[in-house]
C-alpha cells in the first residue's frame, strides 16, 4: 500500500525521536500532506513508549520551509493546529523526516502562542545547536506567525479543504 507513509521526527544530529504512520493526501514537490489516524500509534523513542493518539489530524510537511503542522479535526473542524520549527523536511520513499528544533507555535481555543522555548534553549546545549541554527530557528518562528496572521499558505483553507477525507 504506497499511500502509507512513515512521519519520523528527529533531533538534531538525526536521532531518532519519534515516529508515526500517516495515510497520504497530497504530494508535491514542495510538500506533503498527510492523514493520521485516529487511534494510531506513535512510538516515542527518546521517552521509550508508545502513545495511542486519540484524534484526526491533517498534517503539512514541506521540503523548503522550516515548520510542520499538524491539525487536530474533530466533529469535521479543526480544534487546534500544532507547528513545529524544524528543518525543512525529507522524503525517502515512504519516509518523511524532519529535524525538530523544539520550538512551537501553538493555536489552542483560537488564540496562538509560542511554546517549548525552555526546551529549545536546553537542546541547543545539550546538542550544541551551532549559532547560526539557533538564529535561523528563531527567525523562522517570527515567519511563521507572520502566514498564520496573514492566513498565507498553508493557513489560508489548504488544510479544511482534506477533512472530507476523513472517514465519518
Not at 495511542?52 to 521540503?63: G, N
Not at 523544539?102 to 488564540?111: P, S, T
Not at 511554546?115 to 541554527?133: G, M, Q
Request: hydrophobic fraction near 40%.
Amino acid at each position: 500500500m504506497d499511500n502509507l507513509i512513515t512521519i519520523q521526527a528527529l533531533k538534531y544530529g538525526d536521532i531518532l525521536h519519534y515516529e508515526w504512520n500517516t495515510t497520504l493526501l497530497e504530494k508535491t514537490d514542495s510538500h506533503i500532506f498527510v492523514l493520521g489516524n485516529y487511534g494510531r500509534k506513535l512510538n516515542h523513542y527518546t521517552k521509550q513508549k508508545v502513545f495511542t493518539i486519540e484524534a484526526w489530524t491533517i498534517e503539512y510537511f514541506s521540503f523548503h520551509s522550516w515548520f510542520t503542522v499538524s491539525a487536530d479535526v474533530v466533529g469535521g473542524n479543526i480544534q487546534q493546529f500544532y507547528c513545529n520549527i524544524n528543518q525543512p523536511a525529507k522524503i525517502e520513499g515512504n519516509v518523511v523526516s524532519f529535524v525538530d528544533l523544539d520550538l512551537d507555535y501553538v493555536q489552542r481555543n483560537g488564540n496562538w502562542k509560542v511554546v517549548d522555548e525552555d526546551e529549545f534553549e536546553s537542546n541547543s546545549i545539550k546538542f550544541a545547536y551551532p549559532d547560526t541554527l539557533i538564529h535561523k530557528a528563531k527567525q523562522e518562528l517570527i515567519g511563521l506567525k507572520e502566514l498564520v496572521s496573514k492566513k498565507s499558505f498553508p493557513f489560508d483553507g489548504s488544510i479544511e479543504k482534506f477533512i472530507d477525507r476523513i472517514p465519518r
